[in-house]
Structure formats: C-alpha cells, structure tokens
C-alpha cells in the first residue's frame, strides 16, 4: 500500500524516469478524496506518447471502476494493439460487467469458452476466474465449470494455479457446494495436509473471525491476475474511492 505522502512525493517528484507516470500518481491522489469528476478528466486526456502500455491499461481499468463503461470500451478501441490479447480481454470483460452489458459480456464469454483447452490456452481460465473475482456472476461461473467439466484438466504442479484460481473464483461468487467440493478435490490431491484450504473455505464461508484474505495469499499458489484481483476485491486501496464490485 502506498501512502497519499509518498504518491504526492512520487508526482511532484522531477525525475524523468517519473514522467510518465506523473499522470498516474496524480489520478490515484484525486480518487482517494472522492474527487472523481476531476480524475475522469485527467484519464481522458492526451496523456504522453512515451506512456508506459500499463498506463493505458490503468486508464481504462479505473474507467470501469468507475462504471463509466463506454468511456473504457471507447478508450480500449482507440488504442488498438497497444496492449496484449489477455489484457485486453480482460479489460473488455470487465467493462461489459461493470456496465451490465449482460448479453455481449456472454457473448464474449462463449467466445473465450469455445476454444479447445490446452496448455497454451489455459490462461482463459486464468482471465475469467479474476474477471469473476472482480465481477461475481453466478452464469458465467456456471459456464467455466462446465467447460472444464467437458474438458478436464489434470490436477498437477503446473496445472495448480489453475485449479486454486477455480477455489477461490467459487468463494468470491459465492458457489458454496463448488467451493467445498473444490476444497476437497484439492485436499485429496496433496501429498502433504493443507491445513491453509479450510481455513480459506471458512473465510469465504463467513465461518472465521479474520477478514483479511491477504493472511492466506502467500500459500495459495495462485496467478498473479488471480491474486491482484482478490486483492483489489478484499483489500481496497481507498474507502470510498472506488465502487465495490456488483454482486
């Protein structure tokens, strides 16, 4: 976490390797006193050419978080390439639930589903289970598991990002029986007790007196789109700044 003292240093700050990020520091400091109209702006305007990609992607990112929805899409279309495919799926994802596009954000999720599940495509797997950390929507969640119901994937040490991601994705929709069926299936499949599973099963169960998720992160493995997401969902940068995610 960083602090408004350090993100105004950062901003003020006349390093030229700050430069372009200069915009980025500056946003941050407007959403965390709720000055939203004036961080819209500054997302909106010409920022340097020399922008860093992931910029864009906190442009549009923030845009969505924001509900502005077409403001994403809009920005999303005029920098076409700018971003890697994942990237950019996920950020199309996440605007079309953020604005309750219901019929092209499923439209969008078939397109991902209808792809063979392989090695080099199972980061689908990985993009909708943090889209749906972000986004809880119970129909899409529905469509993951059946997909990978049809096509299953093993269970082994490069596959075990994918199946934890599934674990927690069932927690944050709030799919109980899939939650405690994934704990189980998990458990079985470890050599060794993972004492760390049900407790994480009684946080997202409500069964547990700690509320910060972060305590079990760093004994999931997970991805890293998978634990930024549950991040951003459990441990908000700023009360108040940013809207929770719809249920």
Request: net charge negative; charged share 25%; glycine share 4%.
């Amino acid at each position: 976490y960083i602090t408004d003292a350090v993100l105004r240093e950062l901003a003020a700050h006349p390093s030229p390797n700050l430069r372009p990020w200069r915009s980025v520091f500056e946003v941050e400091l407007l959403l965390r006193v709720d000055r939203r109209r004036e961080a819209r702006a500054l997302i909106e305007a010409t920022w340097p050419s020399d922008s860093p990609a992931f910029t864009l992607f906190y442009r549009i990112s923030v845009l969505s978080e924001l509900r502005d929805a077409y403001a994403a899409l809009d920005l999303l279309s005029r920098y076409p390439g700018r971003l890697d495919g994942e990237a950019s799926v996920t950020l199309r994802l996440d605007a079309l639930a953020a604005g309750a596009m219901q019929r092209p954000l499923l439209q969008e999720v078939d397109r991902l589903l209808a792809t063979p599940l392989t090695p080099v495509t199972l980061s689908v797997v990985k993009i909708l289970c943090a889209h749906l950390i972000r986004y809880p929507d119970q129909t899409i969640f529905d469509r993951l598991v059946q997909k990978i119901a049809r096509e299953p994937i093993p269970l082994h040490t490069e596959s075990a990002g994918i199946w934890f991601s599934l674990f927690c994705t069932a927690g944050a929709v709030g799919d109980r029986p899939r939650l405690h069926e994934l704990t189980a299936q998990l458990r079985q499949a470890s050599d060794q007790p993972f004492m760390a599973l049900a407790a994480v099963e009684a946080f997202f169960r409500g069964e547990t007196a700690e509320r910060q998720l972060t305590t079990f992160l760093p004994w999931l493995p997970l991805p890293l789109e998978v634990t930024y997401a549950l991040i951003e969902r459990y441990l908000p940068i700023s009360a108040g700044a940013i809207p929770e995610p719809r249920e």
